[in-house]
């Protein structure tokens, strides 16, 4: 029902800001709560963040609290990840995702996501 695709990712030194972008086409991108997931190589795919269908209501990891911030804007059917003063173990695939936004279904886990991005690689730097 919506197609996901990243943008933004690079190679960044310590400390940096990216910011990341996931533009989303097909019909009602308005009614899905989104989320950004990250994945290193060896590791489990996990949660960074995830925002409401209005944008009233943001989630975040505690890894990265303080400094990630996502943000939609439904009129231009897209979600943004900021990300400042990164670390190097902030590098990973980074990849969108949509969900509808049913009751019941934790945002931090990766199974109620029904559309995933391609992904885009971060690179941190020391």
């Known amino acids: 029902q919506v197609q996901l695709v990243e943008s933004g990712g690079g190679l960044v030194q310590a400390g940096g800001s990216l910011r990341l972008s996931c533009a989303a086409s097909g019909r009602s991108f308005s009614v899905y709560t989104m989320g950004w997931f990250r994945q290193a190589p060896g590791k489990e795919r996990e949660f960074v963040a995830a925002i409401s269908v209005s944008g009233g209501s943001t989630y975040y990891a505690d890894s990265v609290k303080g400094r990630f911030t996502i943000s939609r804007d439904n009129a231009k059917n897209t979600v943004y990840l900021q990300m400042n003063s990164l670390k190097p173990e902030d590098t990973a695939v980074y990849y969108c995702?949509?969900?509808?936004?049913?009751?019941?279904?934790?945002?931090?886990?990766?199974?109620?996501?029904?559309?995933w991005g391609q992904g885009t690689q971060v690179t941190v730097s020391s």
């Open positions: 995702a949509a969900r509808l936004p049913r009751g019941g279904r934790p945002l931090y886990r990766t199974e109620p996501y029904d559309y």
